[in-house]
């Protein structure tokens, strides 16, 4: 069993940043792709980053050259750092890891960020 606890979302002022965190804890023996989505009242779950075990990363367009992704491979551990927020990154973002030594994947509850204008 393996849970994810994605954390750090919260109220922040349009340009502000935040960073999140989603820490994996149970039987893991190697977590291979890590990516985070976000989902906005009304509009559909999507990508916004990944990031492989070796560390190539890929951005949705909206949050390129504003948000980062990194890991930290030995605390199983995948990070979200937001700048130059806006109030449509408002969203519940989750975090989602997929493994090499086992099938299927894993979703985090998802932590809310809020924007404002």
């Known amino acids: 069993q393996v849970t994810l606890v994605e954390s750090g979302g919260g109220l922040v002022q349009a340009g502000g940043s935040l960073r999140l965190s989603c820490a994996a804890s149970?039987?893991?023996?190697?977590?291979?792709?890590m990516e985070w989505y976000r989902q906005a009242p009304g509009k559909q779950r999507e990508l916004v980053a990944g990031?492989?075990?070796?560390?190539?990363?890929n951005y949705a367009d909206s949050v390129k050259g504003r948000f980062t992704i990194s890991r930290d491979n030995a605390k199983n551990t995948v990070y979200l750092q937001m700048h130059s927020l806006k109030p449509e990154d408002t969203a519940v973002y989750y975090c989602?890891?997929?493994?090499?030594?086992?099938?299927?994947?894993?979703w985090g509850r998802g932590t809310q960020v809020t924007v404002s204008s």
């Open positions: 989602k890891v997929d493994y090499n030594f086992r099938s299927g994947d894993t």
């Open positions: 149970g039987t893991i023996f190697s977590i291979k792709n």
């Open positions: 990031i492989t075990r070796g560390g190539s990363t």
